[in-house]
């Protein structure tokens, strides 16, 4: 646990991807990954944001800058399991994830403003100053099935597939379970490659010659537009 990587920076890039077009991919894929050491999990996620959702709306305008934070965890945690408190940001195309480690009962007590953070360093003053300037709360929680690999001759090079998008707007804890609506249509997942610099020329032209082009998704960004909008505004967004 203590060689979990806490902070990053790189390019990511999503793909929405049909059953059908991940399988043609997947047949060329397979011999240049391999398994990354967290495999396969179950990744919760849960959003914080203003009441008005106003973190979202401005990341979904695609400003040059924007933030979000969120609570994860790698598997359904109990109270004293070990979670991650995220504060992600992006700059000009680049993303950094900055992340502290605490268990889940000390991460929701923290991040309601009920205790300070157990750690004390640089990564939980950026994610002190946050929360004082940004009166958040937990907003919505996105489950999925994840499938992770790393270049066999690239290990810079990561590849995420997501399937089984599924959220909710209640029941906003993640030892409540990972259950929810699902996100996607039928057979889609989301692809992701995260790089700390340009994609390795043999996947850039794999990607292209199968006509696998990347686009901005984000399952919380989907969420909100989906079906948020429509529930807590009336089908009208409001702009602070």
């Not at 992770?148 to 707007?169: C, K, M, N």
């Not at 696998?212 to 909008?229: A, D, V």
């Amino acid at each position: 646990m203590n060689e979990t990587q806490l902070s990053f920076k790189r390019y990511e890039k999503k793909y929405l991807l049909s059953r059908e077009k991940y399988e043609r991919l997947w047949q060329q894929l397979e011999p240049r990954l391999e398994p990354d050491r967290f495999f396969e999990s179950t990744v919760l996620s849960l959003y914080y944001d203003w009441e008005d959702f106003r973190l979202i709306r401005s990341s979904i305008e695609q400003p040059v800058y924007k933030e979000k934070l969120r609570l994860r965890s790698y598997n359904v945690p109990g109270a004293e399991s070990q979670v991650f408190v995220e504060l992600k940001k992006k700059y000009k195309g680049i993303v950094y994830k900055r992340r502290v480690r605490m268990t889940e009962r000390e991460a929701e007590d923290y991040l309601a403003g009920r205790r300070g953070s157990p750690d004390h360093g640089q990564i939980s003053r950026e994610i002190d100053w946050f929360l004082k300037t940004n009166p958040v709360r937990p907003k919505v929680l996105i489950a999925c099935d994840r499938r992770a690999y790393v270049g066999r001759e690239e290990p810079g090079l990561r590849l995420t597939f997501d399937s089984s998008i599924r959220w909710r707007d209640t029941q906003l804890s993640l030892t409540a379970g990972d259950f929810g609506r699902e996100l996607l249509e039928e057979g889609q997942l989301l692809m992701e490659i995260k790089m700390p610099e340009s994609a390795p020329l043999w996947l850039a032209e794999l990607l292209s010659s199968l006509e696998i082009f990347p686009r901005s998704f984000s399952k919380y960004g989907q969420c909100y537009k989906n079906e948020l909008i429509e529930k807590y505004f009336d089908g009208v967004m409001v702009i602070a």
